[in-house]
T-cell receptor, first 115, second 112 residues
Framework: EAGVAQSPRYKIIEKRQSVAFWCNPI?????LYWYQQILGQGPKLLIQ????????DSQLPKDRFSAERLKGVDSTLKIQPAKLEDSAVYLC?????????????FGEGSRLTVL | LAKTTQPISMDSYEGQEVNITCSHN???????ITWYQQFPSQGPRFIIQ???TKVTNEVASLFIPADRKSSTLSLPRVSLSDTAVYYC?????????????FGAGTRLFVKA
Protein backbone atom coordinates (compact mmCIF):
# COMPACT_ATOMS: atom_id res chain seq x y z
CA GLU A 1 0.00 0.00 0.00
CA ALA A 2 1.38 3.39 -1.00
CA GLY A 3 2.12 5.82 1.82
CA VAL A 4 1.47 9.54 2.11
CA ALA A 5 3.18 11.34 -0.75
CA GLN A 6 4.52 14.87 -0.45
CA SER A 7 6.29 17.21 -2.81
CA PRO A 8 8.61 18.91 -3.15
CA ARG A 9 10.99 17.36 -0.60
CA TYR A 10 13.09 20.50 -0.46
CA LYS A 11 12.45 24.14 -1.31
CA ILE A 12 14.59 27.24 -0.87
CA ILE A 13 13.02 30.65 -1.35
CA GLU A 14 13.67 34.22 -0.35
CA LYS A 15 11.49 36.02 2.16
CA ARG A 16 8.33 37.55 0.74
CA GLN A 17 8.18 34.91 -2.00
CA SER A 18 5.45 32.31 -2.15
CA VAL A 19 5.60 28.53 -2.00
CA ALA A 20 3.17 25.65 -2.28
CA PHE A 21 3.35 22.11 -0.94
CA TRP A 22 1.33 19.18 -2.18
CA CYS A 23 0.12 16.11 -0.34
CA ASN A 24 -1.55 12.94 -1.54
CA PRO A 25 -2.89 10.93 1.42
CA ILE A 26 -3.30 7.18 1.63
CA UNK A 27 -6.22 6.07 -0.49
CA UNK A 28 -9.45 6.00 1.46
CA UNK A 29 -8.22 8.13 4.34
CA UNK A 30 -10.84 10.75 5.10
CA UNK A 31 -8.78 12.86 7.47
CA LEU A 32 -5.78 14.87 6.38
CA TYR A 33 -3.46 16.94 8.56
CA TRP A 34 -0.76 19.51 7.88
CA TYR A 35 1.90 19.97 10.54
CA GLN A 36 4.77 22.41 10.82
CA GLN A 37 7.93 21.11 12.48
CA ILE A 38 10.63 23.60 13.36
CA LEU A 39 14.08 22.16 13.98
CA GLY A 40 14.32 20.69 17.48
CA GLN A 41 10.61 20.89 18.18
CA GLY A 42 7.66 18.54 17.92
CA PRO A 43 5.22 18.84 15.04
CA LYS A 44 2.62 21.58 15.39
CA LEU A 45 -0.80 21.09 13.82
CA LEU A 46 -1.65 23.77 11.27
CA ILE A 47 -4.87 22.45 9.80
CA GLN A 48 -7.00 19.31 9.85
CA UNK A 49 -9.45 18.31 7.13
CA UNK A 50 -12.24 15.76 7.26
CA UNK A 51 -12.98 15.02 3.60
CA UNK A 52 -13.43 18.50 2.08
CA UNK A 53 -14.19 20.31 5.29
CA UNK A 54 -11.89 21.99 7.78
CA UNK A 55 -12.07 20.47 11.27
CA UNK A 56 -9.44 22.62 12.96
CA ASP A 57 -7.39 25.51 11.62
CA SER A 58 -6.98 27.39 14.87
CA GLN A 59 -3.18 27.45 14.61
CA LEU A 60 -2.95 28.32 10.94
CA PRO A 61 -1.55 31.87 10.41
CA LYS A 62 -4.32 32.82 8.04
CA ASP A 63 -2.74 36.09 6.98
CA ARG A 64 -0.09 34.17 5.07
CA PHE A 65 -0.97 30.47 5.09
CA SER A 66 -3.79 28.83 3.20
CA ALA A 67 -4.73 25.23 2.56
CA GLU A 68 -7.32 23.46 0.52
CA ARG A 69 -8.42 19.92 -0.06
CA LEU A 70 -10.44 19.80 -3.21
CA LYS A 71 -12.55 16.69 -3.82
CA GLY A 72 -11.53 15.34 -0.43
CA VAL A 73 -8.31 13.75 -1.66
CA ASP A 74 -5.16 15.76 -2.46
CA SER A 75 -4.30 18.85 -0.49
CA THR A 76 -2.17 21.93 -1.06
CA LEU A 77 -0.62 24.17 1.59
CA LYS A 78 0.46 27.62 0.46
CA ILE A 79 2.55 30.29 2.12
CA GLN A 80 2.43 33.82 0.75
CA PRO A 81 4.46 35.86 1.56
CA ALA A 82 7.03 33.71 3.34
CA LYS A 83 8.91 34.92 6.41
CA LEU A 84 12.23 33.75 7.79
CA GLU A 85 10.43 32.04 10.70
CA ASP A 86 8.52 29.83 8.26
CA SER A 87 11.68 27.79 7.73
CA ALA A 88 10.60 24.33 8.84
CA VAL A 89 9.55 20.89 7.67
CA TYR A 90 5.93 20.70 6.59
CA LEU A 91 4.49 17.28 7.31
CA CYS A 92 1.32 15.87 5.88
CA UNK A 93 -0.48 13.01 7.60
CA UNK A 94 -3.66 11.09 7.02
CA UNK A 95 -5.85 8.79 9.06
CA UNK A 96 -8.73 6.47 8.40
CA UNK A 97 -12.00 7.15 10.13
CA UNK A 98 -13.23 4.21 12.11
CA UNK A 99 -9.79 2.67 12.48
CA UNK A 100 -9.36 1.18 15.94
CA UNK A 101 -6.24 3.11 16.84
CA UNK A 102 -6.72 6.48 15.17
CA UNK A 103 -3.17 6.07 13.85
CA UNK A 104 -1.73 8.92 11.84
CA UNK A 105 0.35 8.04 8.78
CA PHE A 106 2.94 10.68 7.97
CA GLY A 107 4.71 11.56 4.76
CA GLU A 108 8.43 12.32 4.67
CA GLY A 109 7.82 16.04 4.75
CA SER A 110 8.75 19.08 2.70
CA ARG A 111 11.70 21.03 4.04
CA LEU A 112 11.41 24.79 3.49
CA THR A 113 14.30 27.19 3.88
CA VAL A 114 13.49 30.90 3.72
CA LEU A 115 16.49 33.16 3.13
CA LEU B 1 -6.38 18.72 25.09
CA ALA B 2 -4.18 17.25 27.81
CA LYS B 3 -0.57 18.39 27.92
CA THR B 4 2.20 15.82 28.23
CA THR B 5 5.57 16.04 29.95
CA GLN B 6 8.45 13.71 29.14
CA PRO B 7 12.23 13.80 29.61
CA ILE B 8 14.10 15.82 27.03
CA SER B 9 16.72 13.14 26.43
CA MET B 10 17.88 9.70 27.53
CA ASP B 11 20.97 7.64 26.89
CA SER B 12 21.17 3.86 26.74
CA TYR B 13 23.39 1.05 25.51
CA GLU B 14 22.65 -1.61 22.99
CA GLY B 15 20.82 -4.59 24.44
CA GLN B 16 19.34 -2.71 27.38
CA GLU B 17 15.67 -2.17 28.09
CA VAL B 18 14.64 1.47 27.87
CA ASN B 19 11.67 2.93 29.72
CA ILE B 20 10.41 6.40 28.84
CA THR B 21 7.82 7.84 31.16
CA CYS B 22 5.28 10.47 30.17
CA SER B 23 3.17 12.53 32.53
CA HIS B 24 -0.35 13.56 31.51
CA ASN B 25 -2.12 14.73 34.65
CA UNK B 26 -5.10 16.26 32.84
CA UNK B 27 -5.99 13.25 30.71
CA UNK B 28 -9.70 13.10 29.90
CA UNK B 29 -11.96 10.07 30.09
CA UNK B 30 -12.11 9.62 26.33
CA UNK B 31 -8.39 10.16 25.74
CA UNK B 32 -6.06 7.47 24.48
CA ILE B 33 -2.28 7.47 24.93
CA THR B 34 -0.21 7.10 21.79
CA TRP B 35 3.52 6.96 21.19
CA TYR B 36 5.29 7.88 17.97
CA GLN B 37 8.91 7.48 16.87
CA GLN B 38 10.68 9.91 14.57
CA PHE B 39 13.99 9.50 12.78
CA PRO B 40 15.83 12.46 11.22
CA SER B 41 14.39 13.57 7.88
CA GLN B 42 11.33 11.35 8.30
CA GLY B 43 7.79 11.84 9.53
CA PRO B 44 6.75 10.35 12.87
CA ARG B 45 5.76 6.71 12.90
CA PHE B 46 3.13 5.12 15.13
CA ILE B 47 4.54 2.75 17.75
CA ILE B 48 1.77 1.84 20.15
CA GLN B 49 -1.48 3.04 21.65
CA UNK B 50 -3.39 2.19 24.81
CA UNK B 51 -6.18 3.26 27.11
CA UNK B 52 -5.40 1.47 30.37
CA THR B 53 -3.29 -1.33 31.90
CA LYS B 54 -0.75 -2.86 29.54
CA VAL B 55 -0.49 -3.10 25.79
CA THR B 56 2.21 -5.03 23.96
CA ASN B 57 3.05 -5.35 20.30
CA GLU B 58 6.04 -6.60 18.35
CA VAL B 59 8.18 -3.54 19.05
CA ALA B 60 7.18 -2.12 22.43
CA SER B 61 5.04 -2.30 25.54
CA LEU B 62 2.97 0.45 27.04
CA PHE B 63 2.22 0.49 30.75
CA ILE B 64 -0.62 2.66 32.03
CA PRO B 65 -1.46 2.81 35.76
CA ALA B 66 -5.02 2.82 37.00
CA ASP B 67 -5.19 6.61 37.39
CA ARG B 68 -3.91 7.08 33.80
CA LYS B 69 -2.00 10.20 34.79
CA SER B 70 1.21 8.79 33.40
CA SER B 71 2.38 6.10 31.03
CA THR B 72 5.63 4.30 30.31
CA LEU B 73 6.88 3.19 26.93
CA SER B 74 9.16 0.18 27.24
CA LEU B 75 11.57 -0.74 24.44
CA PRO B 76 13.14 -4.17 25.01
CA ARG B 77 16.76 -4.73 24.07
CA VAL B 78 17.37 -1.53 22.11
CA SER B 79 19.76 -1.34 19.19
CA LEU B 80 21.61 1.55 17.57
CA SER B 81 18.74 1.91 15.11
CA ASP B 82 16.38 2.82 17.95
CA THR B 83 18.14 6.18 18.30
CA ALA B 84 15.30 8.58 17.57
CA VAL B 85 12.87 11.04 19.10
CA TYR B 86 9.91 9.49 20.90
CA TYR B 87 6.68 11.44 21.32
CA CYS B 88 3.96 10.78 23.86
CA UNK B 89 0.54 12.04 22.78
CA UNK B 90 -2.78 12.14 24.54
CA UNK B 91 -6.00 12.70 22.70
CA UNK B 92 -9.29 11.30 21.55
CA UNK B 93 -10.32 10.15 18.13
CA UNK B 94 -13.83 10.50 16.93
CA UNK B 95 -15.53 11.81 13.86
CA UNK B 96 -13.19 14.42 12.48
CA UNK B 97 -10.05 12.48 13.15
CA UNK B 98 -7.58 12.20 15.97
CA UNK B 99 -7.19 15.42 17.92
CA UNK B 100 -3.92 15.66 19.78
CA UNK B 101 -0.83 17.75 20.39
CA PHE B 102 2.80 16.77 19.96
CA GLY B 103 5.17 17.87 22.71
CA ALA B 104 8.92 18.26 22.35
CA GLY B 105 9.54 14.52 22.65
CA THR B 106 12.34 12.49 24.23
CA ARG B 107 15.58 12.14 22.30
CA LEU B 108 16.91 8.63 22.87
CA PHE B 109 20.60 7.98 22.15
CA VAL B 110 21.61 4.35 21.98
CA LYS B 111 25.32 3.75 22.27
CA ALA B 112 27.36 0.72 21.25
Amino acid sequence: EAGVAQSPRYKIIEKRQSVAFWCNPISGHATLYWYQQILGQGPKLLIQFQNNGVVDDSQLPKDRFSAERLKGVDSTLKIQPAKLEDSAVYLCASSQEGLATGELFFGEGSRLTVL
Amino acid sequence: LAKTTQPISMDSYEGQEVNITCSHNNIATNDYITWYQQFPSQGPRFIIQGYKTKVTNEVASLFIPADRKSSTLSLPRVSLSDTAVYYCLVGDFNTGGFKTIFGAGTRLFVKA
